[in-house]
């Protein structure tokens, strides 16, 4: 009898937060004909009544007016499930069905109308990689542990590190680092990892919190601070990774008839990004493109040989 009185008492709970909210209420009559359908006797009128003041005793906000029954408080509003699951779904690289998962558990907060509302504002974008939320647990438990990780890097090469802090910048993840016995702090772009493995060797370098937000401070979001100039690059490369990866790496990018057009900071980092793409892409502003040639010839003098 007391396991019946229990799973009453959860059904009650869970019939609740999913059918009623502030404009949805629901009768005695519907919690007894959903506890019947789950396979429990149809409790009374005043077994429903005593259940309902047990949850309320705790810590439950159940009301009640002359239209029913209704859950008054939950977890989270509807506005804040809203700036979660859009904050979810703008995730770079992550699969798809993670992120359906975590959209349902966040579902188990608000009621079916709730939910409906919510479907039709939520969008999808481009999602890839399977094992990326098992790779951001472990580098967390390494962040937690203060243990060295063993990370794969697109070129393939294996490094060991002591990752110390996550960071989200621009819809990525960004881990700060330092090698052994080494207090500088280096980062890398979380979804660039190959795979990664923890060890057991326990970081010796303490690194103040200070020094990190510094760095941060440096790192995050390096050409979309200052003065914000518009940029047109055109693409001389079709293959569609081009295209996915200047998405990416300019996440405000607008395509248009002439290629992508960006607003950034026009700096040595924007022009460093620029390198990695080779002939792929041209600037199309000859004013831009100019000092462009500089940095470039900039770099070059480095190299030449002292007369």
């Known amino acids: 009898m007391e396991n019946n009185n229990r799973k009453r008492l959860l059904l009650i709970l869970e019939f609740l937060k999913k059918n009623s909210d502030a404009d949805n209420r629901v009768s005695r009559e519907d919690i007894s004909s959903y506890?019947?359908?789950?396979?429990?006797?149809p409790p009374n009128r005043k077994t429903i009544y005593e259940d309902i003041k047990l949850l309320n005793s705790m810590g439950y906000d159940i009301e009640y007016d002359d239209k029913g029954y209704y859950?008054?408080?939950?977890?989270?509003s509807l506005s804040e499930i809203k700036i979660i699951q859009d904050s979810l779904n703008?995730?770079?690289?992550?699969?798809?069905?993670?992120?359906?998962?975590?959209?349902?558990?966040?579902?188990?907060?608000?009621?079916?109308?709730?939910?409906?509302?919510?479907?039709k504002l939520s969008y999808q974008s481009k999602h890839k990689d399977k094992k990326l939320l098992q790779r951001l647990d472990l580098i967390?438990?390494?962040?937690?542990?203060?243990?060295a990780i063993i990370i794969k890097r697109k070129n393939n090469n294996k490094?060991?590190?002591?990752?110390?802090?996550?960071?989200r910048s621009n819809d990525?993840?960004?881990?700060?680092?330092?090698?052994?016995?080494?207090?500088?702090?280096?980062?890398?772009?979380?979804?660039n990892i190959l795979d990664l493995s923890l060890t057991d060797e326990v970081d010796s370098i303490s690194i103040s919190k200070n020094l990190i937000l510094e760095n941060i401070e440096a790192s995050s979001n390096s050409f979309y601070k200052g003065k914000s100039e518009s940029v047109t690059l055109l693409v001389k490369d079709e293959k569609e990774y081009?295209?996915?990866?200047?998405?990416?790496?300019?996440p405000n990018a607008i395509k248009t008839k002439d290629g992508y057009s960006i607003k950034v900071n026009i700096n040595n980092i924007f022009f460093s990004k620029l390198v990695s793409y080779g002939k792929s892409i041209v600037i199309k502003e000859k004013d831009i493109t100019k000092r462009y040639q500089n940095f470039l010839y900039d770099i070059l003098n480095n190299y030449l040989p002292e007369k």
């Open 172 to 191: 990525y993840y960004y881990f700060y680092y330092h090698y052994e016995n080494n207090d500088s702090i280096y980062h890398y772009r979380f979804d």
């Open 140 to 147: 967390l438990e390494a962040i937690n542990s203060k243990v």
């Open 242 to 250: 081009i295209h996915e990866r200047l998405i990416d790496d300019f």
């Open 35 to 41: 506890l019947e359908n789950e396979g429990l006797n």
């Open 71 to 76: 859950l008054l408080e939950a977890p989270f």
């Open 90 to 119: 703008s995730l770079k690289n992550f699969d798809i069905d993670l992120l359906h998962n975590l959209n349902d558990k966040l579902y188990s907060f608000i009621s079916y109308n709730e939910e409906m509302i919510l479907d």
């Open 159 to 167: 490094e060991k590190i002591y990752p110390i802090f996550l960071h």
